[in-house]
Structures are given as structure tokens and as C-alpha cells.
């Protein structure tokens, strides 16, 4: 089996290194050519604690996927591994150029929104939602720093077309997923993850576990990005606070109306989550800092999408969408 890895970012990077340090075979492929000579040239260092570990990969802009064809390797995984700004109809085009039939392509991205386009971009492979909770910081083009054990869930895409509508191509190529053959494949990619020290997981209820996510994503990173805080700050002021449980409330709500399933904890696991990651920068004050766009428009904005299709109010959601968008700026 072997790994292509769209995205040279933290995670992209994490699940590289790992996957090849484990002797899979990893190319990453990376938005320019000075990271992937980098990469070439020494390899990806993972650090994790005290210790650190040199991994060797393969890289290529992604530009060259254009040349890429059909090759004989009899399992290929596809990692996109960038954030949803960057799944513009380009990468997609390219990214699908990896996507052989029968590839497994896992959507790593925050939000939703996003599995439609890439179904629709990758008609000839098996596409899957995936969830991480794994934390991990770039601290250069080849460097990265795991800085949170997480877990990894993934699913059939078309199983239900809940979050973003996706659903199987028209000659129900993606349906095969959940046949034998498609069973047999989630293994091997279930067993070859797990080798690589990755806590991977099949889920047969995958697009509730990425509203699960979203309704944290929707609280923390706003918030975090807004008040310029790590994650086990916002928590701390009592005026941030009434500010957390509230949007939490108006986005539950809404996730509810949309089909997620009902929980009594999900307020505790918000504050558990902080609490838990409380070094941690979150992702879309990272992208404040270095002034790219953020998710939030497949977030919050992807919160608000779905308050006007059940006719409910979302003024939270909707006032996080223009605070952040003004933060871009």
C-alpha cells in the first residue's frame, strides 16, 4: 500500500512522517518547490516529547500531479491533508489526477461543505469522511511537532449525505465502499494506519462525529481567533464564557435540526477539550496570525447554511462569520 499526501501542513506532515516510518511508501505533495526539495533532501523530523525521529519521503509540487498516471501499485490511499480554502477546482483537478479507480481518498478537512466537490472531482475512487482529533504544530517546511495524541474516524462519504450533500457519482461508483470488497479495503487501510502508530477508527455513524466536531470547531476557533487567546484561556474570563455557552447552545441547536444525534455531555466536552489543549493555538487564530483565509465560512458559515435550511435563527454563527472575515483582512 502506498500513501499520497496533498498537503505539506501540520498534518499532512504528521501522517507522512508516521505512515513512512512505519514503511509505507509516503510522497507529499506540496504547494511549492522549495518545500518538497526540502523534503527530498532530508526527510520529514518528527518531534514528539523529547524525542525525534527523522522520517524519508518522497515530495512533488502538486503542479507536477498533472503528468501523474495510472500506475501498478495494487493499493493507493489518497491524504487531503489542506484546509478548505485551498480545495479549489485546481487542486481538486489535480488531486484527482492521485485518485486511481479504486484509490481510498480521505477528507480531512474542518467543516462541511467540502464532500460533494471532492466526490464529484473523484468519481472513479472511494472517497471517505474522515475526523481527527490529533494536534500537531509546523515549526518549518520539514519539521513537525506532534503536540496532541488524537484519534482518526473515517467512513463512506455516500453513506449519508448530511453534511454538504455528497453523494455517490451517478453510476454509484462511491457505494462500493460499503460492499465486500469495499469492507475488505477499509481494513487494510484500517490495519496499515494502525501500524503507523495512528489511533484509527471505521465509523458507521461518520457524519454525526463531523457535526460532533463542527459544534466544537464553531465555538473554539472563532472565539480563539477574535480574542487572540490559546485554547485553555477562553474559558478563563467569565464575560468569554457566557460568550462560549451561548454560541454553543445556538450552534447545538441548529446541529440537532440538521440530523446530529443527541447528546447530554457536549457542553463538558467543549470545556474538556480546552482544558486538554490548553497550550494549544487553534488553527484559525494561526491562519489570523499569518494573514491567510480562514475556515470560517465552512464553519460558522457552514453552521449558518444550515439554520436557513430549517428556518431557524443563527445570529451567533452569522456575527462570527463577519468578525473573523474582518480579522482576515
Known amino acids: 500500500m502506498e500513501f499520497h499526501i496533498v498537503g505539506g501542513g501540520s498534518i499532512g506532515l504528521l501522517y507522512a ?9 509516503a510522497t507529499v505533495w506540496t504547494r511549492t518547490e522549495e518545500q518538497a526539495a526540502e523534503l527530498n533532501g532530508c526527510g520529514i523530523r518528527l ?54 479507480p479504486g484509490a481510498a481518498v480521505l477528507c480531512l478537512q474542518n467543516g462541511i461543505g467540502h ?4 466526490a464529484a472531482a473523484m468519481p472513479d475512487a472511494d472517497v471517505y469522511a474522515a475526523v481527527t482529533t490529533e494536534g500537531a504544530r509546523k515549526l518549518a517546511p520539514a519539521v513537525v511537532r506532534h503536540t496532541g495524541e488524537g484519534e482518526l474516524w473515517f467512513g463512506p462519504a455516500a453513506r449519508n449525505a448530511r453534511p454538504g450533500g455528497a453523494s455517490g457519482g451517478a453510476d454509484g461508483r462511491h ?8 469492507r475488505h479495503s477499509q481494513n487494510l487501510l484500517l490495519f496499515a494506519l494502525k501500524k503507523a502508530g495512528i489511533d484509527a477508527y471505521l465509523s458507521n455513524d461518520i457524519h454525526n462525529r ?6 466544537l470547531n464553531a465555538v473554539i476557533n472563532p472565539l480563539t481567533a477574535i480574542y487572540g487567546v490559546r485554547n485553555g484561556a477562553l474559558p478563563e474570563d467569565p464575560a468569554r464564557l457566557r460568550l462560549m455557552l451561548a454560541l454553543h447552545k445556538e450552534t447545538e441547536e441548529v446541529l440537532r435540526a440538521a440530523g446530529m444525534a443527541p447528546s447530554e455531555d457536549t457542553w463538558k466536552r467543549l470545556l474538556d477539550v480546552c482544558a486538554s489543549t490548553s497550550a494549544n493555538v487553534s488553527s484559525m ?4 496570525r499569518a494573514g491567510r483565509r480562514t475556515e470560517i465560512d465552512w464553519i460558522n458559515g457552514g453552521v449558518s447554511a444550515l439554520a436557513r435550511k430549517a428556518g431557524l435563527p443563527s445570529p451567533l454563527n452569522d456575527a462570527m462569520v463577519t468578525l473573523v472575515k474582518a480579522l482576515e483582512q
Open 115 to 118: 464532500l460533494e466537490r471532492i
Open 47 to 100: 518531534e514528539a516529547g523529547d524525542a525525534a525521529r527523522q522520517a524519508a519521503v518522497r515530495a512533488a509540487p502538486l503542479s507536477e500531479a498533472a503528468a501523474t498516471g495510472p500506475d501498478q501499485c495494487a493499493s493507493r490511499t489518497v491524504l487531503l491533508a489542506v484546509k478548505q480554502p485551498q480545495l479549489t477546482p485546481e487542486l481538486l483537478g489535480l488531486a484527482g489526477r492521485l485518485a486511481q
Open 17 to 25: 512522517a508516521r505512515l513512512a516510518l512505519a514503511g509505507y511508501p
Open 285 to 288: 487564530l494561526a491562519d489570523i
Open 210 to 215: 463531523i457535526y460532533a466536531k463542527l459544534l
Open 175 to 182: 457505494a462500493q465502499a460499503d460492499g465486500e470488497n469495499g
